[in-house]
């Protein structure tokens, strides 16, 4: 259930049918902004998925997971957020506020492309992996530098692209806080926290 695609535990169901197991368990955990931790056994252990597996397919039908839609809702409060968030860059750079990133995770990269930003409203991101600094992102082509750069060129705001580590970046990044700078967190609507 890892960021690259997400499942329904309906769909689960079906998918562990198929090669001979059941779900015993499933998890919420906090990683990548919430996923799911599934257990199963072979089918000869455990004939069935465990009744608390079933009652939350019956949450999904009862949220709609299996209508399209569900997914066409889904679309419209994305393609707002995209709206938004562009809104909001636009407003900063009228305003002749300058811009940067934080992060270059695979989930920020997908951002920039689908909201069309790159190195016109962000000249650079930074990040702490070494492996990524000196590269640029793909598609959008925004220069990757060392964390650094933020206290070298003190940008009036950063956007942060690993939003689901906000509060960590943030904490990490006190100083360029303290001496006024702001942070853009865009998930899940657009926010400028101080």
Known sequence: HEHLSYFSIGSLTRLYDAVGLSI?????????????????????????????????????????????????QFASRVASQRRNLQRLLSSLQREGATLAAYGAPAKGNT????????????????????????????????????????LERRPDYLVILAWNFATEIIRQQAEYSRRGGRFIVPIPEPMVVS
């Open 24 to 72: 015993t368990q499933v998890d919420d955990v906090p990683v990548h902004g919430g996923s799911v931790r599934v257990y199963a056994t072979d089918a000869d252990s455990a004939s069935a998925h465990a009744p608390a597996v079933l009652a939350r397919i019956e949450s999904e039908h009862a949220r709609g997971l299996q209508q399209d839609a569900c997914y066409a």
């Open 111 to 150: 951002l920039l492309n689908y909201c069309g930003i790159d190195t016109a409203t962000l000249p650079y991101t930074v990040d702490k992996n070494a492996m990524k600094v000196g590269l640029y992102t793909p598609g959008t082509h925004v220069p990757v530098l060392p964390v650094s750069t933020v």
